[in-house]
């Protein structure tokens, strides 16, 4: 039996709750869903997201077989996403990184 697995972060796309494309996000370095909310860490900042702001995520994660050739993608829609939290982390020697924590 093959195996099939995911190996990389998700391409994420912010729509908003009509459904509408506002913003992809392009540096995503981390992504950690929960049960009660989701941490993006990217380097861009993204003008759109202000505290209180409401939107679904749609996350595209790319799924390779074993000889690592992606041979599909999963798509996972996370719905009502409400933005609490905006951390911006910078170094002398580093990218600034911001951090969006969102509650389910």
Do not use: W
């Not at 459904?19 to 003008?47: A, D, H, M, W």
């Not at 997201?49 to 996350?59: A, Q, S, T, V």
């Amino acid at each position: 039996m093959a195996i099939n697995y995911l190996n990389k972060l998700p391409d994420i796309l912010v729509k908003n709750q009509k459904g509408e494309s506002l913003q992809y996000i392009e540096t995503l370095q981390k992504f950690k869903e929960r049960q009660r909310t989701v941490l993006l860490q990217c380097v861009e900042n993204v003008p759109t997201f202000k505290r209180g702001f409401i939107c679904d995520l749609e996350c595209c994660f790319p799924i390779r077989n074993e000889n690592h050739e992606i041979i599909g993608q999963r798509v996972d829609i996370i719905k009502d996403l409400v933005l609490v939290y905006i951390n911006k982390n910078a170094d002398l020697d580093y990218v600034p990184i911001f951090t969006y924590i969102f509650y389910k």
